[in-house]
């Protein structure tokens, strides 16, 4: 196909996606990408005819997406995540709109508990692509960031990201609270969206998710509460006199991860936040 018009082109590639199961609204994701537009211009400018070279990349991309699974993020090269575009790759877990919910709710938290204009010791365990930290630290400002992965190639991704937004991070590759216990330091905040899913709800899952998203991002041992487990144990070696911890969590996870806490912090004034489905999504502990 050449010297297709924007419309023509849309047309094609809305029924092309939707043949294979794939959602029309790429069409216009990749549209947008390619011609560098918004898409109120794709709409009111339907009939421009669009460069054949163009036109190829576009056919080429779509054709990878719907053939292959390939997430559109990855063929675009970045998300937007609370208002910013991040840039991700398939080192990184895509940003999620639930975790902008986790975000909402450590911020409305810190805002009641009158936190919110001191300077605040805080870190984001398995950072991924720094959504979480990145998007904390320029909400907050007042915040001393640290930021964790045990994955380098994520980490490299989350530095890219800090320097192009703005934000002053401090990045540690290790697991968990580790290279945190290492620094001595205590953190009044603990915010972390873990790897939750089981294992046996990989068959579940469509292709362009564990195809193409990172293993280590999305599955934990133990029915999915492995890290869970590992982060509560590791919490009393970081823990300032008060804390707060903030996950994000599997629709179904409210009960176990509450019990996990409780194990440890006996006393943890604890609360489960569910998503705007009526679903569990965060979990908030003051410890
Ligand atoms: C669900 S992803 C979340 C990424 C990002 N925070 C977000 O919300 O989009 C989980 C992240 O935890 C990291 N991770 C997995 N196991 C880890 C471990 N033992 N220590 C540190 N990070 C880990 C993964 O590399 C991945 O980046």
Redesign the pocket.
Known sequence: MSNQTIWEARRWASSFLTERDREANVADLLLMHHLECSRAQLLANGRDGIDPELFAQFEKDIRTHAEEGVPVQHLIGQEE?YGRDFIVNG??????PE?EE?IVAVTDQLKKKGWSDQTLNMV??????????ITLALELQRVSMKA????PE?LKVARENATSLGAEISFYE???L?PIVETGEKMDVIV?????IPESDRSSLSDVVVNH??E???F?DDNGLA?YR?IVSQVPKVKAEETLLAF?IGHNQGEDVSAIIHETFPYANLNVIQDINQKDRIILAWL
Not at 91 to 96: C, Y
């Open positions: 995540f080192h990184v877990l895509i940003p999620r975790t986790l984001d365990i398995g950072t991924g692509s720094g959504i979480i930290a964790v992965d045990l994955s994520a290790g697991s968990f580790e972390s969206n873990p790897p939750y998203d990172p280590l991002a999305l934990a890290a590992a994000e």
